[in-house]
């Protein structure tokens, strides 16, 4: 007779105690796997001077700069300038033709000679009362009227040495020697450039903001690797009534002489300047209208994460202002801080804090994965 129900029970009851024989068996080998680290870049939270900034564009000027031209229409005789050549206030430029004037000088003091001899007989003779103090003074007049001719004749001769009236740097020769130069001729130009003149207007709600002596940043695209200083010098006194804008004068050095008159350049008004909590922008995790960072804790093996709120400020290149939620000190995720939980443990490639390229960080991370 046969009876499958009990079959099916023994079967039943042979696999309980086939798993249970499994079960005291001895385990070797086995273990729990380890919890995985998850390979980040580091950021610190650090207190930094900071500014906010009025931005405007302006244009540059040359602290002097004028036309030199002829006072007089006379020939070329010589040029002691070079295009774009450093020249020092009194150098000699432009000689002209002046043979004529010192041949006049010539006569002149000459003349000046003679009239002094003159005098000196007439006065030995008055002392011995052999003249009139009429002939004396005419004399003495004529040797005046003498001495005149010789500074007006020394001024026309000056004319014709054209000097610069104040250092800087000429710009294109528009002469040669031989030619004739009529009055008001261009010969060059004359640029002080040690320092540039930077206009540039703002609207006049930051009219209240700006004032002589703010420090200013500004680029320019032909040197878009450096950043120039400058001070606020004086701000005009009147508005334009089409744009509302006032313009502003800042003082630009130029010690290396990069800058040129009339290069346009981006310029920052850096204002409320203060010391601030500051960390790096990537660290940033936005919902909604919030922002989170992943704070880290713990050191080595034991560093964890937890997502903490933050209220920010002012953006700056690459980095944030943190008004509220962290500490200088503290130290948050900044490059795969998008796949962690909190709680999370972690393995840190490195500190981004400046001293190491961000890329050469970034490669670690990648090989660490």
């Known amino acids: 007779m046969h009876y499958p129900a009990l079959r099916a029970i023994g079967s039943s009851f042979g696999s309980v105690l086939l798993l249970i024989a499994f079960s005291l068996l001895p385990v070797q080998g086995i273990s729990a796997p380890a919890e995985k680290t998850k390979p980040v870049i580091l950021a610190p939270v650090k207190i930094q001077t900071i500014h906010d900034k009025i931005e405007a564009l302006g244009t540059t000027r040359s602290t002097e700069s004028i036309q030199i031209t002829s006072s007089v229409t006379e020939k070329v005789k010589a040029i002691h300038f070079s ?5 020092k206030q009194g150098q000699l430029l432009v000689e002209l033709e002046k043979a004529e004037q010192q041949a006049e000088l010539a006569r002149a003091e000459a003349i000046r000679g003679e009239r002094k001899l003159t005098l000196e007989r007439l006065r030995q003779l008055d002392d011995r009362k052999l003249t009139s103090p009429d ?11 003498a001495e005149a001719s010789i500074r007006a004749i020394q001024a026309r ?14 710009g294109l020769r528009n002469i040669s020697v031989g030619a004739l130069v009529e009055t008001g001729d261009l010969i060059t130009t004359l640029d002080d450039t040690s320092a540039m003149k930077l206009d540039f207007s703002i609207p006049t709600v930051f009219l209240s903001d700006i004032k002589p002596g703010m420090k200013i940043k500004t680029t320019a695209a032909a040197f878009s690797d450096i950043k120039f200083d400058g001070t606020v010098e004086s701000i005009s006194t009147r508005i334009d009534s089409a744009t509302r804008s006032v313009t502003v004068r800042a003082l630009v050095p130029n010690l290396e002489g990069k ?10 008004v850096l204002r ?5 909590l500051v960390t790096a922008e990537a660290a940033m995790l936005p ?8 704070r880290v804790s713990g050191e080595g093996n034991d560093a964890t994460v937890e997502k903490v709120e933050v209220i920010t400020g002012l953006r700056l290149p690459g980095y944030i ?11 948050v995720v900044t490059h795969g801080n998008d796949k962690l939980k909190p709680g999370d443990k ?3 490639i490195g500190i981004d804090d400046g001293s190491v390229d961000v890329a050469t960080l970034l490669k670690k991370k990648k090989q660490a994965k």
């Open 135 to 145: 002939v004396i003074d005419r004399t003495r007049l004529e040797l005046k009227q």
């Open 346 to 348: 972690l393995n840190i």
């Open 287 to 294: 919902m909604a209208d919030k922002q989170f960072v992943m």
């Open 259 to 268: 800058l040129l008159p009339g290069l346009l350049m981006q310029v920052d």
């Open 157 to 170: 001769i000056e004319d014709r040495l054209i000097r610069a009236p104040f250092d800087g740097v000429v």
């Open 83 to 87: 295009d774009g050549q450093q020249v």
């Open 272 to 276: 409320n300047e203060r010391e601030a």
């Open 321 to 331: 202002e943190i008004v509220d939620g962290l500490s200088a000190g503290d130290r």
